[in-house]
């Protein structure tokens, strides 16, 4: 028994037990429904930013993409539920499926080059998006009230496209119950997925080129096959995100793919501990709980996120959970010693 609480997989799985317990009690506890939202945006926070950190903490691969991949699945699932009239649980899927393939058409194109290329070739990728959902004018559906409807939604947004069936289901006072266990759902299937990467063999081939290409790719190993894995299978479920989040806010418009939520993301990611699991979800816990006395000063908020990434990457790019680790470490250590 002591030795499956030694190993690193089983440990995992006990703390993500554990999570998910207290998490699938919450929601009996008489939480307020601003608890609610707000826990909501943590699933979607956190399932992005686990896979951006299999990205760029495990694959070494210094992506700014992963903005344009949730935005597709986004986009996808709410395009398809408002112009050809599925329901967005039909929708939905087919979002994820062109967010994998937006991300296999992104990696093809930038994972031929490394480092401050590739950053600056998707970041160029996600503006690109943004300005054309913005700038778009052209008149794709007459409203019946008069005037257009544009395809994107231009700087109004895509709306009134449905939901997920919730309030029909549930009811008008219990409906956001059955978006959190949805929001619960992807985090923790998204989760279970770092897990594996990380523990399984696979991960040691991501962490070897990461750490030494040179010698991983003597050694006969293929650096862009095995980035292109990474990329496109940790877009599976930042495309499911993106969809969850077009079903559950109703309107998807092109503020996801804001510098300012990039930059919010990776501060959480970089707080937290990138390259390792469960740094991204207490990064987002962190800076969620940060932001709400950060409310009044808004304009210095994105001013505080840089500040955080420039200390942490820096001083202690362990992050949150290498310290957590650290203390963890020296208090069973000590008494360790003060028993032998």
Known sequence: ?????????????????ALLAILCLLPWLGMKVYYFRLLIVFFIYATIVSQWNLVMGIGGIF???????????????AWLAKYADWSLWASWPVGIIFAVIASLIIGAACLRVSGVYTALLTLAIVAVMQVLIQTDTACFRPMKTGGCEYF????????????????????????IKGDYYIGLAILTM????????????????????????????????????????????????????????????????????????????LAMM????????WGPIL?????????EPLRDIIEFRELIFGFLIVIFSMFYPQGIQGFIEYLWNKVFKNNAMINQ
């Open 190 to 265: 998204a989760v279970g997925f770092s897990i594996f990467i990380v523990r399984s063999p696979i991960g040691v081939a991501f962490r070897a080129l990461r750490d030494n290409n040179l010698y991983a790719v003597s050694r006969g190993m293929s650096k862009f096959k095995y980035q292109m894995l990474i990329f496109s299978s940790s877009s599976l479920f930042t495309g499911m995100a993106g969809g969850f989040y077009a079903a559950h806010y109703g309107a998807t418009g092109a503020t996801i793919l804001n510098l300012t939520l990039m930059l919010l993301l």
């Open 270 to 277: 970089i707080v937290g501990g990138l390259g390792r699991i």
């Open 1 to 17: 028994m002591n030795s499956f609480f030694k190993k690193p997989w089983s440990r995992d799985i006990l703390i993500g037990l």
């Open 152 to 175: 994107t939604g231009g700087t109004m947004s895509l709306t009134k496209y449905g939901d997920l069936g919730m309030r029909d289901w549930l009811g008008r006072k219990d409906w």
């Open 63 to 77: 992506s700014l993409g992963q903005m344009a991949i949730f935005g597709m699945g986004a986009y996808t699932t």
């Open 283 to 291: 990064g987002v816990g962190g800076l969620i709980a940060l932001q």
